[in-house]
């Protein structure tokens, strides 16, 4: 047994153990103070919270080439809300928005062919810090052949009559038409319902259920820059067109009686006699509209399938105030040569022939898309013939939109 003198001495050896073996441990840290498994005075010993800078991407690849034009850039942010999205070339900026949470934005407008853009994202950490993006890229070059451009009719500032259709003709035609559809509204003041009826590949009309009402105030927006046609075709640019609709003139036309009501506005203004096609050259029943006006117009019986020097041809230089209804070439027209037939026979080759005073004073209240009603043969009117869209059963017209 040790003897009492030698117990002290044993304890200050372990207590001085203990403190080397301590400062030991403590030389292995990493200079910060903190000791593995022992915490910190004011910390726990949990996992550190995950970082929260915000991540900004973009659906197109930083520096890629040959992007399709009907791309729809989006601009997508995680652990943030976006505050600035610009999309931008040389030429301009492309539309878009941010939604409403601020995760996400995407583009309204679309890309021009062979053009190099810049995407600038920001986006604001929970923090209040701003984490920036930026990348490039470059569309698709295209040429003419591969880029279908839309005319439209009415002409902007137009005031037309309550028959006139919205006419869309392309240069190339489009095969996808329910996308091409999704782009092309027509809206107006006041509202009135209405459909697309595709005619061709190349023609898309579009028209109220019922003529449109007087004093119409309508725009035409065919937005289809960048969409795709089908086929590699892409629309070129945007078209935008605003028109009017004026007075409402209807004109009815009796085969039998060999007269022509004057409407306007739903009042009779005048009764005129007329004369209309003779047997073999029988005019159309249905209704018509007024297409082209001409104050002077030579009419040559060759352009309607006449033979040159056939009992029936003919050809005149200067028939006056002539106003197209059909695209096979009837018209309104003054008739000098049939004034005595005027109200009493038919005797023309298609075309309705007044008075050269009649004649000019409907050509003076006339606008293009005004609207005459035929009645009183067996020949009915065509639809594909002019603009016949108003022989078209309503079910039927709208049944000839490409999303119905």
């Known amino acids: 047994m040790p003897s009492p003198l030698?117990?002290?001495?044993?304890?200050?050896?372990?207590?001085?153990?203990a403190l080397a073996a301590v400062a030991l441990v403590a030389s292995a840290c990493d200079g910060s103070g903190f000791v593995p498994g022992v915490a910190s005075p004011g910390e726990d010993d949990s996992t550190p919270a995950a970082a929260t800078e915000a991540v900004v991407t973009t659906n197109v690849k930083d520096d890629a080439t040959g992007v399709p034009v009907d791309k729809v850039v989006k601009v997508k942010a995680d652990k943030g809300t976006l505050t600035t999205v610009v999309v931008r070339s040389k030429a301009g900026r492309v539309e878009g928005e941010i939604r409403a949470d601020g995760t996400r934005w995407v583009a309204t407008g679309g890309l021009e062919p062979g053009t190099r853009y810049r995407v600038r994202a920001v986006a604001r950490n929970g923090d209040g810090k701003d984490v920036e993006d930026i990348s490039t890229f470059t569309t698709e070059a295209l040429g003419l052949d591969r880029q279908t451009y839309a005319s439209i009719a009415p002409l902007q500032g137009e005031t037309v009559g309550v028959g006139m259709p919205v006419i869309v003709t392309f240069d190339l035609p489009v095969t996808d038409q329910a996308s091409f559809e999704k782009h092309m509204t027509v809206t107006s003041t006041p509202a009135q319902a209405g459909s697309w009826y595709w005619v061709s590949s190349t023609e898309a009309h579009w028209r109220p259920e019922t003529y449109w009402q007087a004093g119409t105030k309508v725009s035409v927006a065919v937005d289809v820059n960048g969409v795709g046609a089908g086929g590699g075709i892409y629309g070129q640019e945007d078209r935008?067109?605003?028109?009017?609709?004026?007075?409402?003139?209807?004109?009815?036309?009796?085969?039998?009686?060999h007269q022509m009501k004057v409407f306007e506005n739903g009042k009779l203004v005048r009764t005129l006699p007329i004369t209309t096609g003779k047997p073999g050259f029988t005019t159309r029943s249905g209704v018509k509209v007024i297409m082209e006006k001409y104050a002077q117009k030579r009419m040559n019986s060759e352009t309607v399938g006449i033979a040159r020097g056939s009992a029936e041809a003919y050809d005149i230089d200067d028939v006056k105030w002539a106003m197209r209804l059909t695209s096979s070439g009837e018209f309104?027209?003054?008739?000098?040569?049939?004034?005595?037939?005027?109200?009493?026979?038919?005797?023309?080759?298609?075309?309705?022939?007044?008075?050269?005073?009649?004649?000019?004073?409907?050509?003076?209240?006339?606008?293009r898309g005004?609207?005459?009603e035929?009645?009183?043969?067996?020949?009915?009117?065509e639809p594909?013939?002019?603009?016949?869209?108003?022989?078209i059963a309503w079910n039927e017209y709208a049944a000839g939109s490409a999303l119905s």
């Open 6 to 17: 030698t117990r002290p001495r044993s304890r200050a050896l372990r207590a001085a153990a």
């Open 240 to 257: 935008d067109v605003d028109f009017e609709v004026g007075a409402a003139h209807v004109y009815k036309v009796n085969a039998r009686t």
């Open 332 to 367: 309104i027209h003054a008739a000098p040569w049939s004034v005595g037939s005027q109200g009493h026979a038919n005797v023309s080759h298609g075309c309705t022939g007044m008075s050269t005073d009649n004649a000019a004073w409907l050509y003076a209240m006339t606008r």
């Open 370 to 372: 005004d609207v005459v």
């Open 374 to 381: 035929y009645v009183g043969t067996d020949r009915p009117m």
């Open 384 to 391: 594909g013939n002019g603009w016949g869209d108003w022989n």
